[in-house]
């Protein structure tokens, strides 16, 4: 498969995840960087929120996902994954995350999610990401990115921890 298809299928498969929910309130953009010897490649998602009629504040850009193409290595790495506050605890990321893997692993690509903070870091290796460094894991298909177990949740306008019954039920 060329370089161009595997890094055009990545990003199809973030378009499937973020798109739709990111056109109610943003406007968006795809940027391409490629490196001289084209074998590597940067994809940055960036979102603009929308602002209100009346709304005077400026509206400030999101680098939502960043996407690192190492072709010769055939590993994927993700520096950068954030979604907009009115996307946060929908589990967006981790399905991104685990969307982009299942791409990635039919493309025979290892993925990576790197310079991760010390929370999300401990939050994927409590999922079963592989670790690699003290700020970089690798995702493989024993990574659990589907379930909610550990995750915060939002309930009545605030962000609580899932109650036993919930993880109970899971079983």
């Given at each position: 498969?060329?370089?161009?298809?595997?890094?055009?299928?990545?990003?199809?498969?973030?378009?499937?995840?973020?798109?739709?929910?990111?056109?109610?309130?943003?406007?968006?953009?795809?940027?391409?960087?490629?490196?001289?010897?084209?074998?590597?490649?940067?994809?940055?998602?960036?979102?603009?929120e929308?602002?209100?009629?009346?709304?005077?504040?400026?509206?400030?850009?999101i680098?939502?996902?960043?996407?690192i193409?190492?072709?010769?290595?055939?590993?994927?790495?993700?520096?950068?994954?954030?979604?907009?506050?009115?996307?946060?605890?929908?589990?967006?990321?981790?399905?991104t995350?685990?969307?982009?893997?299942?791409?990635?692993?039919?493309l025979?690509?290892e993925?990576?999610?790197?310079?991760?903070?010390?929370?999300?870091?401990?939050?994927?290796?409590?999922?079963?990401?592989?670790?690699?460094?003290?700020d970089?894991?690798?995702?493989?298909?024993?990574?659990?990115?589907?379930?909610?177990?550990?995750?915060?949740?939002?309930?009545?306008g605030?962000?609580?921890?899932?109650s036993?019954?919930?993880?109970?039920?899971?079983?």
């Open positions: 498969m060329q370089r161009h298809d595997v890094e055009s299928r990545i990003q199809q498969t973030i378009q499937d995840q973020l798109d739709d929910r990111l056109s109610l309130k943003h406007t968006f953009r795809y940027d391409h960087a490629y490196a001289e010897d084209r074998d590597r490649m940067k994809l940055d998602l960036f979102a603009v929308r602002p209100a009629p009346e709304s005077h504040h400026t509206p400030q850009t680098l939502v996902i960043r996407v193409f190492l072709h010769e290595l055939k590993e994927i790495q993700i520096p950068n994954i954030f979604m907009p506050e009115d996307m946060r605890y929908d589990r967006l990321g981790k399905r995350l685990k969307a982009i893997f299942d791409t990635a692993n039919a025979s690509y993925l990576f999610v790197t310079d991760l903070t010390g929370s999300f870091y401990e939050r994927l290796v409590k999922r079963r990401a592989l670790q690699v460094s003290q970089c894991v690798q995702i493989t298909a024993d990574t659990d990115l589907t379930s909610d177990v550990g995750s915060p949740k939002v309930g009545l605030k962000v609580s921890s899932p036993i019954f919930d993880l109970l039920q899971q079983d």
